[in-house]
């Protein structure tokens, strides 16, 4: 089997996280381990399937690790495996950048992100902070 060649490197970047919902599943386990239905309640317009073959994705690209507990009924958890930490630096430029784009073209930021728990970090970390000055 002939290895795969890439123009430039970021190819072989975005074939492991490229798409719509990876970058978002990522972030979402940068938080710490999942189940299935956690992540589908914080990313409400996934559809099962896509969440399903996405998880399968990055578990097979070994981004992430699927746990499984044997006990009944069987329950399933996704954490960022040691690889998949490696792009943590990567996923926060990302999502650094997405809120200048945001802010850039909307204004404020909060009026065109969904309530989530990524987001609502987000709201206190831009809180100004008040300093007693006696």
Same mark, same amino acid.
């Given at each position: 089997?002939?290895?795969?060649?890439?123009?430039?490197?970021?190819?072989?970047? =975005?074939?492991?996280?490229?798409?719509? +919902?990876?970058?978002?599943?990522?972030?979402?386990?940068?938080?710490?381990?999942?189940?299935?239905?956690?992540?589908?309640?914080?990313?409400?317009?996934?559809?099962?399937?896509?969440?399903?073959?996405?998880?399968?994705? =990055?578990?097979?690209?070994?981004?992430?690790?699927?746990?499984?507990?044997?006990?009944?009924?069987?329950?399933?958890? !996704?954490?960022?495996?040691? !690889?998949?930490?490696?792009?943590?630096?990567?996923?926060?430029?990302?999502?650094? +950048?997405?809120?200048?784009?945001?802010?850039?073209?909307?204004?404020?930021?909060?009026?065109?992100?969904?309530?989530?728990?990524?987001?609502?970090?987000?709201?206190?970390?831009?809180?100004?902070?008040?300093?007693?000055?006696?």
């Amino acid at each position: 089997m002939q290895a795969k060649k890439y123009n430039i490197a970021v190819e072989a970047t =975005l074939e492991v996280i490229g798409g719509k +919902w990876k970058c978002v599943i990522l972030c979402h386990l940068t938080h710490g381990r999942k189940r299935t239905s956690e992540l589908k309640r914080l990313m409400p317009h996934i559809t099962q399937k896509m969440l399903t073959q996405q998880l399968r994705e =990055l578990e097979d690209d070994g981004v992430i690790n699927r746990i499984i507990h044997n006990q009944v009924p069987p329950k399933v958890e !996704y954490e960022l495996s040691e !690889y998949g930490m490696s792009l943590s630096g990567i996923l926060d430029n990302l999502c650094a +950048w997405g809120e200048k784009h945001i802010t850039k073209v909307y204004g404020d930021k909060f009026s065109v992100l969904e309530d989530s728990i990524l987001n609502d970090k987000l709201k206190v970390s831009d809180e100004p902070t008040t300093t007693d000055a006696r």
